[in-house]
């Protein structure tokens, strides 16, 4: 894919949509925001996986937490104790 060269260089590597002509004798922008690079977004694939699985952990053990406090409220309605 060859690069627009009607577009400032700048702009190019932005992922703003904003983009200045080439021809404007900007060197810096505030609002730039650099584009993403594959290992970036691999890093951040990986750390959403991580947190789905952690999400999957906290979800499993809240059930297993509500199901024991559910078995303990039966127990002392039909008037058993523990231990």
Known sequence: ???????HNLCAR??????QPATTGTLT???????MDDEEFNQLLSEMEDLIEN?????????DLLANM???????SSGKTGG
């Open 1 to 7: 894919m060859a690069k627009n060269k009607s577009i």
């Open 29 to 35: 922008c505030g609002m730039f925001k650099g584009k």
């Open 55 to 63: 999400v999957k952990h906290l979800n499993h053990r809240t059930s």
């Open 14 to 19: 932005c992922q703003n949509t904003c983009k």
């Open 70 to 76: 559910r078995d303990t409220d039966q127990d002392m």
